[in-house]
């Protein structure tokens, strides 16, 4: 990636959170502060557990559930699930072979209900081996029935026969994809397709073995969903809208009206003023309320998606020398339960022009934790697996281009708390505001790699603008310990709804629970 480019990217999400950071350095924590009493409280619901792993769960050959991700659907339009709250997580089913399941229910806290079936949102072939695909010269094409793949997916080739033009072993990225069919390009995002110069036969190997770890973040500016015929009131200036799921702020569109009525089409507004059955419009969020000259009916249109975010085992680049590892991918929904795959979105940088000596370890770059803070997106992600602590900051301007803060977060072997053999787990970082404050809801743990490494101890601290270094000495958080609990791990989400703060977190290992700490807003 141009390092112009990437430095504007970064400066532009910084900019729009808070002034440009002063600290330039490694990860580092100010202990010379005090943390503000103000900061939320966390408290374990008395309805957990939420979902447990039990055998009534409608999921066939369900054998573990965690990485809890919830997500208050009152933001968007019409969803696919019959309540407000969408609980997604991940599990291991049929052979191991890994999902991601989702959960409903109209309370953040209690009565989560599993929808039937697994989500796969997973990137990448998911069949077994397959031989003998066809070659063209002629077009440049590989026949590949049913393959399931998406443009921009990394694949390689075993056992070429005949074929020149494509070499085994070497990456090659999927252009002009059919549901039988698909070209070959030597980069992601550009390049081919690669000139196959004679007929032959290829092979392919599984690519993705594992979908896990979701994390959503709503994106407004989305597709628009179907509209919705509503009446407008001139007397009140008010949609009328019985049992609507709408926010203030919410962002809509009319897409037709039965006369000029003071609201233009193909515009965006935003609701305010919500009550029950109604609600009026802006042009800015929190502005003057749109003036309706005359009573008509309009349609109604959401926009927005759903942006899930995951990692895949078996996806992007391989590095140099290196097998597959775990990227982060990107799928998108209007209602919350239909997706469509976007492809590998943080991927090693050795797939973005910087050399891969830059990513230690084994090139892992999941377990990403995306937020939004107005306009401004960032996350944080592992950067190296196996026993190389080492995590990255990604910024983007859009949700789906990402760029990697290259002076890599190393924990070191001490953590927050001056504790020896133990570090921040910074993929782990949950950051939201709360009274003017950006927080962060993190865990720490044993200086080993691995996703059951050691205890797990959670702190909540004021976390600097850059991201990358904490303003106060943190506070251990989620000490009390429930009768059903022998195991805590971190909170994998923050949720905010209704003036309220939800962490949501798994006990007792794999195949344990899923619970909620609560926090007044």
């Known amino acids: 990636m141009d390092p112009v480019t990437l430095g504007m990217a970064k400066a532009d999400a910084a900019k729009k959170i808070a002034a440009v950071a002063k600290r330039n350095g490694t990860a580092s924590l100010n202990k010379s502060a005090n943390l503000d009493a103000r900061v939320p409280q966390f408290v374990k619901s008395p309805n957990n557990p939420l979902l447990t792993n039990a055998a009534q769960q409608p999921i066939t050959g369900l054998t573990s559930i965690y990485f809890p991700c919830c997500f208050d659907s009152a933001q968007c339009g019409p969803i696919g699930a019959p309540n407000r709250y969408l609980l997604y997580f991940s599990t291991d089913h049929d052979a191991n072979q890994g999902g991601i399941a989702l959960a409903h229910s109209a309370s953040p806290d209690k009565d989560f209900t599993v929808m039937p079936g697994v989500r796969y949102v997973d990137v990448g072939f998911q069949g077994a081996a397959v031989t003998g695909l066809a070659a063209s010269a002629a077009n440049d094409t590989i026949t590949h029935n049913a393959h399931g793949m998406v443009a921009g997916q990394g694949i390689r080739f075993t056992d070429i026969a005949g074929v020149t033009g494509i070499v085994a072993g070497t990456t090659y990225y999927l252009r002009d994809v059919t549901t039988n069919s698909y070209k ?11 000139d196959i110069t004679a007929d032959g036969t290829v092979s392919v190997n599984k690519v993705a073995s594992q979908t896990e770890t979701p994390s959503v973040v ?5 597709v628009l969903t179907a509209g919705t015929a509503l009446s407008a009131v001139a007397a009140t200036d008010r949609i009328t809208h019985v049992g609507h799921s709408m926010v203030e702020g919410r962002s809509v569109r009319i897409t037709a009206r039965s006369a000029v009525n003071g609201l233009e089409l193909a515009t965006t507004y935003y609701v305010r003023n919500v009550t029950a059955n109604s609600y009026q419009l802006s042009l800015i969020r929190g502005g003057a309320i749109v003036d309706i000259t005359a009573d008509t009916t309009v349609t109604m249109a959401w926009y927005g998606l759903i942006n899930l975010y995951y990692q895949v085992d078996g996806v992007g680049t391989p590095p140099t020398g290196n097998t597959y590892k775990q990227s982060t991918c990107l799928a998108v ?58 995590f990255a900051i990604w910024y983007s301007n859009d949700g789906r281009i990402w760029y990697p803060d290259m002076r ?18 910074w993929n782990s970082m949950n950051v939201f505001v709360y009274r003017g404050k950006l927080l962060a809801l993190f865990a720490t743990k044993s200086a080993t790699s691995g996703g059951n490494a050691g205890i797990t101890e959670n702190f909540i601290a004021e976390i600097a603008p850059d991201f990358r270094s904490f303003l106060n000495v943190p506070a251990a958080t989620f000490l009390e310990k429930q009768t059903i609990e022998t195991e805590v791990n971190e909170p994998d989400c923050v949720m905010v709804s209704e003036g309220k703060l939800y962490a949501y977190y798994r006990i007792n290992g794999l195949t344990g629970a899923l619970c909620v700490a609560v926090a007044e807003g």
Do not use: M, Q
């Not at 709503?218 to 989305?222: A, N, P, V």
């Not at 890599?408 to 787990?425: I, K, N, Q, S, W």
């Open 333 to 390: 929904s209007p209602d919350g339960v239909t997706f469509t795959r976007i492809g590998v979105v943080l991927d090693t940088c050795f797939g973005i022009g910087i050399p891969d000596n830059t990513n230690p370890g084994d090139k892992h770059t999941g377990y990403f934790k995306p937020f939004r803070i107005g306009d401004a997106w960032a996350g944080y992600s592992l950067y190296g697996g196996g026993d190389i602590p080492n």
């Open 408 to 425: 890599l977060l190393t924990a070191g072997t001490t953590d927050v708390t001056g504790v020896v053999d133990r570090r921040v787990e």
């Open 218 to 222: 709503w994106d407004e500016r989305g």
């Open 184 to 194: 070959l390009s030597p980069f992601r995002t550009s390049g081919g397709p690669v």
